[in-house]
């Protein structure tokens, strides 16, 4: 009996260190990550300064708006007449009132880019709403996409009328984009309604979902055309013209296209040699090269092509500062063997990518400088997203993630850099 105690207390005592042991490894492996636990913390909880607006419309384009959205007021009372839907759908009765409320409280100061295209949401929300629930209670008699071969000719006369003329080249490529971004987005939608059939066969929507699509979509690419004359009127204000600005676009485009044409060689030989890598090496230089993809050189061709230079042409000059940042923070990781996955290293890609970000701001950048600017700084806003780690993540998508918010940190600081280059070759031709 003793031996049989003394021999049950040494398993117990044996299993109770392997248990300890395990319990150990675990918490050192806990204790391991929370370091970079907390700098990623702190990296993403990092001040970020917000970026003025590059371009503004007028107050009477906002009052518009507004206008727009509360003529769909009535349409509650005509929720409150039907029966709930019998499935989730995209339009209801809330979505209404957030529409109304928003157009109650529209800012007007400053009227920007954003208020715009967040007015033109709730706009297409409250039409869809209203003429969902008008379809259910029998009372929409009306073709949900009228009007919209009419704004398709609108269109084309606010851009035939658009002159590419200016005595303030950043601030007419700013504005100018923003013109032209507009009519290309209504050309595109209006085309689509124009041959839109309310039957279209789908067993996904029912005939009330289908026409509220029909007619919300219409009403948001009709307002698109009035969005294009307001920039362009706010343009005038305050650039009215004068010198011709065709040809130096087109150099500018020529220079880039060159430009562009090397990045991708030199891009498509490097991921060839990052397929030998490591796995936090090889992930960096992935996602360093997939988060500097945007518009294809294809697609550029294409909006160039349908008349839309201004758009165009800055599209050309965002897709370089993507990859000409891309290719030289590559050779930075490469040179200061920094091209893995430490939490210190990321932490000071995005300090000093917003160290960069303040030096542009406090510059008085015009509006091009601005509208870049813009677009590193929704960069540091992804590379914090990417750094926010949920509980579905298992290690690989996790060291992922960690890769896509070190490349976006790196391509923020690297098209900061490269700002004043690339309003130079817009302004000049190259």
Wanted: with cysteine; proline share 3%; glycine share 6%.
């Amino acid at each position: 009996m003793d031996r049989s105690a003394s021999s049950s207390r040494r398993r117990f005592l044996s299993g109770a260190a392997v248990g300890a042991t395990a319990a150990f490894a675990g918490c050192t492996s806990v204790y391991g990550a929370l370091p970079n636990r907390v700098t990623y913390a702190r990296t993403r909880f990092r001040d970020v300064p917000s970026v003025p607006a590059a371009v503004e419309t007028t107050d009477d384009h906002l009052h518009d708006l507004a206008t727009e959205i509360d003529a769909y007021a009535d349409g509650l009372e005509v929720w409150d007449r039907i029966d709930g839907p019998e499935r989730r759908v995209v339009y209801s009765s809330r979505r209404l009132e957030n529409a109304l409320e928003f157009a109650d409280s529209l800012p007007s100061e400053p009227p920007t880019i954003d208020t715009v295209e967040t007015a033109g949401y709730h706009l297409s929300q409250a039409a869809g709403s209203d003429a969902y629930a008008r379809v259910r209670a029998d009372e929409f008699d009306r073709d949900p996409t009228a009007g919209a071969e009419r704004w398709l000719d609108e269109r084309a006369s606010v851009q035939a009328e658009f002159d590419y003329e200016t005595e303030a080249p950043s601030t007419f490529l700013a504005y100018g984009r923003a013109v032209e971004y507009s009519l290309r987005q209504a050309e595109l939608g209006l085309s689509r309604l124009t041959d839109a059939e309310i039957d279209d066969g789908s067993r996904h929507a029912s005939r009330a979902e289908r026409i509220a699509d029909l007619y919300g979509n219409t009403q948001r690419h009709r307002l698109r055309v009035r969005d294009a004359r307001g920039y362009r009127k706010a343009l005038r204000e305050r650039d009215s013209g004068g010198e011709p600005f065709g040809e130096t676009m087109a150099a500018s485009r020529d220079v880039l296209a060159g430009r562009v044409s090397d990045l991708l060689a030199d891009r498509d030989i490097w991921m060839d040699r990052t397929a030998d890598f490591g796995d936090e090496r090889r992930d960096v230089h992935s996602a360093l090269y997939s988060r500097s993809l945007g518009e294809r050189v294809e697609t550029i061709d294409r909006i160039v092509d349908g008349g839309y230079e201004v758009y165009g042409t800055v599209e050309l000059a965002t897709l370089w500062l993507r990859f000409a940042a891309a290719r030289a923070e590559r050779d930075r990781l490469e040179a200061a063997d920094e091209d893995r996955l430490d939490s210190g290293l990321v932490d000071a890609a995005k300090r000093d990518a917003v160290d960069r970000l303040e030096d542009v701001l406090e510059s008085d950048p015009d509006p091009l400088a601005l509208f870049f600017a813009d677009r590193a700084r929704s960069r540091l806003d992804s590379g914090d997203r990417s750094l926010e780690r949920t509980s579905f993540d298992d290690d690989e998508d996790w060291r992922w993630m960690q890769a896509n918010g070190y490349a976006h940190y790196l391509l923020a600081r690297g098209i900061l850099e490269r700002i004043d280059e690339a309003v130079d070759v817009l302004a000049t031709g190259g």
